[in-house]
């Protein structure tokens, strides 16, 4: 399934998450530090949804109490919580 994730707080302005099941197959940032977005994103394809969120949930930018990588671990909760929802 595809998602897009409106973010918060950040530079990125949205997320566009491609996921099957539990796992992650691809992530894209609209905007935001693009060679960050793109390594965030290469990191996490194949991964499990939860993984990410463990790893990602809480990272910090500067001042900000969120970042990109924390972003995406909100977008995946949001993605779970949708799929439960349905189910």
Not at 77 to 82: E, F, G, L, W, Y
Request: overall charge positive; aromatic content about 4%; some cysteine.
């Amino acid at each position: 399934m595809k998602y897009t994730y409106q973010t918060h707080g950040t530079c990125s302005t949205r997320i566009f998450i491609d996921a099957e099941g539990d796992t992650v197959n691809s992530v894209q940032f609209e905007n935001g530090c693009n060679g960050n977005t793109q390594g965030i994103g290469k990191l996490v394809e194949g991964m499990k949804i939860d993984d990410v969120i463990r790893r990602l949930e809480g990272i910090r930018c500067g001042m900000k109490t969120t970042s990109c990588p924390d972003q995406l671990a909100r977008a995946l909760k949001a993605i779970k919580a949708s799929v439960a929802h349905e189910g």
